[in-house]
């Protein structure tokens, strides 16, 4: 059984808190997002539909059951209210749930880009890595369906074309999460435009999971470089190339086989693409001296 996690008033503070740090990093703009968190083991406290989330006051705040039937309030709850429910049906051990639409991390959303690499130290450890969940409709039932495969097993994910979700023991360890995705996601970005990440080997990654138990980081599932076909839900799946005796690999010999002969700057190369789907970066220069080339070779 859920108990009490803090007083309704307490709460209802927090939530308007998240809600103002929410808008006032871009996270979200006009009425989007939603935020929500256990009562108790029956009920849940969650933001109104259409109310910017950096103006709300806590009297606006609904209470639902679990089923989605509103029990009090003068505004009716979230319209993706079903995806929060999905969460807390399948995760008793989560006790607040924050939806934004970050801009760099739904960019990599909507070019259906996970954020799976093992790149930053901090993020094995913490949310081990960031899947996408299929395109959904919001606001429908397709919504909780398409969370459903990887709640069980992470506290972070993109939705495809859509935005974020992040889960947590109270309400600000949910919103940090947030906070932790948009940054790795900045981060990654960076990276791939000044021609690509050097990822962590995976033998760093098995010292890093050995690090979650040392220092007590809780996480729903464990890390897994080579998942087996099945159920998403039974490992965070990071990318991380094995090389013995390394720490870090360089972003061309992890994912596409090796240094590139010609010294070209490497572009991005999604997940699942052939290496002929690769984005080749020329400078100017570069450029002007393949054409100068391809010139001559015409007369």
Do not use: W
């Not at 880009?113 to 130290?121: E, F, K, M, Q, S």
């Not at 981060?187 to 435009?193: D, F, G, P």
């Not at 870090?248 to 700057?265: C, I, K, N, Q, T």
Request: aromatic share 6%; hydrophobic share 40%.
């Amino acid at each position: 059984m859920v108990g009490p996690v803090s007083s309704e008033a307490g709460l209802r503070a927090d939530i308007v808190e998240v809600g103002r740090r929410l808008y006032a990093r871009g996270y979200t703009a006009s009425n989007d997002g939603n935020i929500s968190v256990r009562l108790d083991a029956g009920r849940l406290l969650m933001t109104p539909t259409s109310v910017c989330k950096g103006f709300m006051a806590p009297e606006m705040m609904c209470i639902t059951d679990l089923d989605g039937r509103k029990l009090a309030g003068d505004r009716d709850p979230s319209s993706e209210m079903q995806m929060h429910l999905e969460v807390y049906r399948r995760r008793p051990d989560v006790q607040a749930v924050v939806h934004a639409h970050p801009p760099t991390a739904t960019g990599f959303a909507v070019a259906g880009i996970p954020l799976d690499r093992a790149v930053l130290a901090e993020v094995v450890t913490t949310l081990g890595s960031v899947p996408i969940a299929e395109y959904a409709t919001p606001s429908t039932k397709e919504l909780p369906e398409a969370v459903r495969q990887y709640v069980q097993a992470h506290d972070g994910m993109l939705l495809a074309n859509h935005g974020a979700l992040t889960l947590g023991k109270d309400l600000f360890s949910a919103y940090y999460k947030m906070e932790t995705i948009e940054h790795f996601a900045k981060i990654s970005l960076v990276a791939r435009l000044l021609g690509g990440e050097r990822v962590l080997s995976r033998e760093e990654v098995f010292r890093l999971q050995d690090l979650r138990g040392r220092y007590g980081i809780a996480a729903p599932a464990p890390i897994c470089t080579d998942p087996a076909p099945g159920d998403p839900a039974e490992c965070q799946v990071v990318r991380a190339p094995s090389a013995p005796g390394q720490r870090l690999v360089s972003d061309h010999e992890a994912f596409r086989g090796g240094p590139d002969p010609r010294g070209l700057v490497p572009g991005l190369l999604r997940p699942g693409a052939s290496p002929a789907d690769a984005e080749i970066r020329l400078t100017y220069g570069e450029l002007t001296a393949l054409i100068e080339d391809a010139v001559r070779h015409l007369k």
